[in-house]
Structure formats: C-alpha cells, structure tokens
C-alpha cells in the first residue's frame, strides 16, 4: 500500500490531470486539500515540498503555494508516462500498480517520466535518452524462455537495449465489408495488388466522400510500409551505400503513397485520425492501416462488421510489414534501479500480460499470455499471427536529428506537389552529409576518449 505522502502527492497529481487546478493556481491549503482524510499537516506539508523540489509546485513566502505554468514538461522519478490517453488496459494498470508500486504516478498528461511507455520510431530515434536495461531484464527474467525475443532486437542498440518490449504486432489492413460490396468493390484477399487497391479505391470515391474512403495520414507509419514493400528503405547500415532514400524503389513506394492521397481527392492535407476510427466504427469509413491494438478498441466500440487482410502487393517488391511495438524505457536520470526492476516485473507478469491478452491488446510479449488471446476460430484474428514472420522493424534513424530530418522532408515530400525524385534526391544528400558529420566525430572520440564525453554516465542503470 501507498504510504500517506505519496497519497497526498498522487491526489494533487490527480487534481493536476484532471483539470481541478491549472499552471498558476494557488493550491488549497493544506487542511482543505486533505480535509476528507485523516491526515496529519506534517504530512500534507512533506508531500508538497516533495512536489515543490521536482518543479511541479512553487511556493512563495507569505503568498502560498501555486502550480508551475510548465508543470506538463517535468520528468518526475516516480512517474510512468504513456504516449497516448486512455489506454484502453489503464484501469487495470492502475489497479496493479497501486498493489505493487504505489509509490509510482501513471500519467499521460506529462511531457516525460523517468519511466515511459514509448513506440517503435520514437524509442529507436531517442535511444541516447534511455537507459541500457539489459542487466535489469536479465535480473527479473534470467529464465527467458516464455518470452517472444525476436521483437527485442529492434531495441538493441549499440549493444544497450534501450527498450523492452511490452506488447507488439504486425500492420495489416481494417476494412468493412459491407461498405467495399456496396461500391462494387472485388473483396481484398491475401496476395491482392496496388492496382486492385486502388481500384477499390476508385470504386469507393463514387459513393463515400474522401474523409470516409482511407485513413490517408503523412506520418511514418503510414508511408513507410510502401516504402518497404515496393523494396525501398530510409538507411541500409549493412549497406556500402547505406541512404536509400533516393533508390528507385523509395521513390516508387513514396510515389505510390502520394498518389493514393490524389485518387483519394484530399487536396488540402488533413489528419484526424481519432474522428475516421468513429467513423469506422458507425460503419461509414472503409479502410485503414493498424497493428492488433486497434482490435481493441473495435471491440470497446462494439463494432462488428469488419475484417482483415494483409497490405497489398507492389511488383515484385516484398511481402512485409512494419512492426508496431509498446515499450517500457527508462530514463539515464532514473536515481532508483530498484523500482524500475519492479515496475518492469509488473509490465511482464503473467496478470499483466494476460490482461492485455483478454483485452486483445496487440500480441503479449509472453508466449503463454497469447492463448489467451488469439481467436484460433476467426480468420480475421489469425492473420495477425502469419504476419508476424514478416515484420520488420528498424528505420535506422538511430538519432533525434535524423529522425526529424527524414520524416519531416518526406511528410513535406507527400503533402505538396514537389517532385519527388528532386525532392528525395535533396533529402537523400542532406542524409548523407549528416551522417559523414557524425563519423568524423566518433573518430575523433575514438582518437580522444577522455575528451567530449559528457553524456550522464553515472545512473545506476547506466553503469558499464
């Protein structure tokens, strides 16, 4: 159970998200604040202070205590962060939680935690920022053996695994039947091409307005499964000539993405992802592109009239897919190994992972949580497992200014007009000199190793 400090700091944290008090309020007094609970001043006071001391809070003599304007951009010690509000497994985390880590505050209002729940891209490209947990998973878990390994291999890098996976899946294709036989759509099926995508795409346009026909978006995501599956890719390290943004085949998958934008009628680029999936849900909008967690949230929507297929074929280009993954990261600041070793057995244990797998929440990362998951009976559920062995899951954009530097250029690439041959061939050589830049400087830390290296090597969790 939680002791009485961190019930008072957990209820202001609380009143925070939840609106009760904004950047600059003044915080109630400390007998008001507590004034249902019986708890001792003393104790109101040490939770505020604790709150003062990681910027969350201020206070001023004689004027009281009042909320940080920037309280949202603090990275807390004891807080898990999610990348996105109101997962759908939340209540049951925190249920967990409270029973075996009290002390740790589940939020998905802040900017950034020590501990974060992060996704494939987002982890891959800000590796510096997070811990090496290899010694801690190898701590919790010694004996491996009901754990998919295969996804974690994304996440090793430079020899650190800077993520642990939580859950994963493959990306297929979310469509309603009964809209595509109401345009005189031919049925997807397995093996299906571009050309006959975009002739259910075509078909569609006569009957739904553009917002209804394809959850069409510029992120990552998205193009880089056509990217892939046309045969491109963004860096090939194994590669002597490792930017491939520029081949023939990036191109071609970019050119493709953007086309299907032109066939779907969306002149002015527009992104409302939340609002299609509504849509989707009512039995309106067609087709879409997700990973298995969004099965949970057609089943949260009751929805019903919906099924699968794998992304369709381009040319001779291969059969794959871009592997969506949940992971527990950990900070370099992080000052309590110990807590981070708990929370991780929490995120991996057999309740945990079953939760996630009645939920149908992605696929568990625990071999022995799937059965409670997979429908063996539906085809819609199964294909998720014969697309697994075609996932793939590195972009290479190992760092913050690569990361922003591609999709940023290749987002304005699909968005406009501009020609994307001279479009790629710019982006492509911006690549190559950054990473030239990048290779001078690690030579020189080689030559010098004493010199420029102020990175925090002094966690805990970063030793060795």
């Known amino acids: 159970m939680e002791d009485r400090i961190t019930f008072v700091r957990?209820?202001?944290?609380?009143?925070?998200?939840?609106?009760?008090?904004?950047?600059?309020?003044?915080?109630?007094?400390?007998?008001?604040l507590m004034q249902k609970e019986k708890i001792s001043l003393p104790t109101v006071q040490s939770a505020i202070e604790i709150l003062v001391h990681e910027g969350v809070l201020e206070t001023f003599p004689r004027r009281g205590t009042f909320v940080q304007a920037a309280w949202r951009l603090r990275t807390l010690q004891q807080n898990l962060v999610l990348f996105r509000p109101r997962l759908e497994w939340l209540d049951e985390l925190w249920q967990l939680a409270r029973r075996e880590v009290p002390e740790v505050w589940i939020s998905d209002k802040f900017a950034e935690g020590i501990f974060e729940l992060r996704t494939t891209q987002y982890v891959q490209a800000y590796h510096n920022q997070y811990a090496d947990l290899s010694r801690i998973f190898e701590s919790c878990f010694p004996d491996k053996s009901d754990f998919f390994l295969g996804p974690f291999e994304a996440f090793r890098i430079n020899s650190r695994l800077v993520g642990v996976p939580v859950i994963y899946s493959p990306r297929v294709l979310f469509y309603n039947p009964a809209v595509l036989k109401r345009a005189g759509c031919s049925m997807p099926h397995p093996g299906w091409t571009i050309e006959e995508f975009f002739d259910c795409i075509r078909r569609l346009r006569?009957?739904?307005?553009?917002?209804?026909?394809?959850?069409?978006?510029?992120?990552?995501?998205?193009?880089?499964?056509?990217?892939?599956?046309?045969?491109g890719g963004l860096i090939d390290p194994a590669s002597p000539e490792s930017v491939k943004i520029d081949s023939a085949e990036t191109r071609l998958g970019l050119k493709i993405y953007r086309d299907l934008r032109r066939e779907l009628g969306i002149l002015q680029y527009r992104h409302y992802p939340d609002e299609f999936e509504t849509r989707f849900f009512a039995g309106q909008a067609a087709m879409l592109i997700e990973p298995r967690q969004f099965l949970c949230r057609i089943r949260s929507a009751g929805f019903e009239e919906w099924d699968t297929v794998p992304l369709p074929r381009i040319g001779n280009g291969p059969d794959?897919?871009?592997?969506?993954?949940?992971?527990?990261?950990?900070?370099?600041?992080?000052v309590?190994?110990?807590?981070?070793?708990?929370?991780?057995?929490?995120?991996?244990?057999?309740?945990?992972?079953?939760?996630?797998?009645?939920?149908?929440?992605?696929?568990?990362?625990?071999?022995?949580?799937?059965?409670?998951?997979?429908?063996?009976?539906?085809?819609?559920?199964?294909?998720?497992?014969?697309?697994?062995?075609?996932?793939?899951?590195?972009?290479?954009?190992?760092?913050?200014?690569?990361?922003?530097?591609?999709?940023?250029g290749i987002s304005?690439?699909?968005?406009?007009?501009?020609?994307?041959?001279?479009?790629?061939?710019?982006?492509?050589?911006?690549v190559r000199t950054c990473l030239k830049i990048r290779k001078v400087r690690q030579n020189v830390l080689n030559m010098y190793p004493d010199v420029g290296r102020t990175e925090i090597l002094n966690s805990p969790l970063s030793a060795g």
Not at 206 to 231: K, M, Q, T, Y
């Open 10 to 32: 957990n209820h202001i944290l609380g009143m925070l998200e939840r609106g009760e008090l904004k950047g600059g309020d003044k915080l109630p007094g400390a007998r008001e």
């Open 206 to 231: 006569r009957i739904l307005p553009p917002e209804d026909i394809f959850c069409w978006h510029d992120s990552e995501f998205g193009w880089i499964n056509f990217v892939l599956r046309a045969g």
């Open 336 to 408: 309590n190994p110990e807590l981070a070793a708990r929370l991780l057995k929490l995120l991996l244990s057999v309740e945990f992972q079953n939760c996630l797998a009645r939920k149908k929440y992605g696929i568990p990362i625990r071999k022995s949580s799937i059965g409670n998951s997979i429908d063996y009976t539906d085809a819609r559920d199964v294909l998720f497992l014969s697309e697994i062995p075609k996932m793939q899951s590195c972009y290479h954009l190992n760092s913050v200014e690569l990361y922003t530097l591609v999709c940023d």
């Open 320 to 334: 794959v897919n871009v592997q969506a993954t949940d992971l527990f990261c950990v900070r370099r600041e992080c």
């Open 412 to 430: 304005n690439l699909l968005v406009g007009d501009e020609d994307i041959d001279a479009g790629t061939a710019e982006l492509a050589e911006m």
